[in-house]
């Protein structure tokens, strides 16, 4: 039996954790390629305390800071291009926004693990 080809799944994850066109954009908006690895190097160092942010706000069931860490973290994350991490504060948003803060703690254990990969594929994409 053949070994199994995993690059298509990796590739897959790989751009889940970040579509580079995104900061190709901002790129091409600001016409200055190096603002645009500045962000992703400022975005990246901030990513840790933006989540830790989320999580402490929910613990402390403070929906106010809830709310303004999870918008700091969608809109950096979509000009960041990491879709994932964008699309799951978007969906936390929205539970919060819904007063359901159980579903946003359950929703917000995957953050840590998105953030991770969003780190790893920013520094892939950093080092080219």
Not at 10 to 26: F, H, N, T, Y
Not at 27 to 36: G, L
Request: negative net charge.
């Amino acid at each position: 039996m053949a070994p199994e080809d995993t690059s298509a799944g990796s590739a897959a994850l790989d751009a889940a954790a970040l579509d580079p066109s995104a900061l190709g954009k901002l790129a091409s908006d600001m016409e200055d390629e190096s603002f645009a690895r500045a962000f992703a190097r400022r975005y990246q160092a901030l990513l840790d305390r933006r989540v830790t942010r989320i999580d402490d706000a929910l613990t402390e069931a403070d929906l106010d800071k809830a709310m303004d860490a999870l918008l700091s973290l969608k809109v950096s994350s979509t000009t960041a291009g990491t879709r994932e991490l964008a699309a799951l504060a978007g969906e936390i948003e929205t539970d919060v926004r819904r007063m359901d803060l159980g579903s946003a703690r359950r929703r917000a254990d995957a953050l840590r693990t998105a953030a991770r990969r969003a780190d790893a594929a920013l520094s892939d994409y950093l080092s080219s």
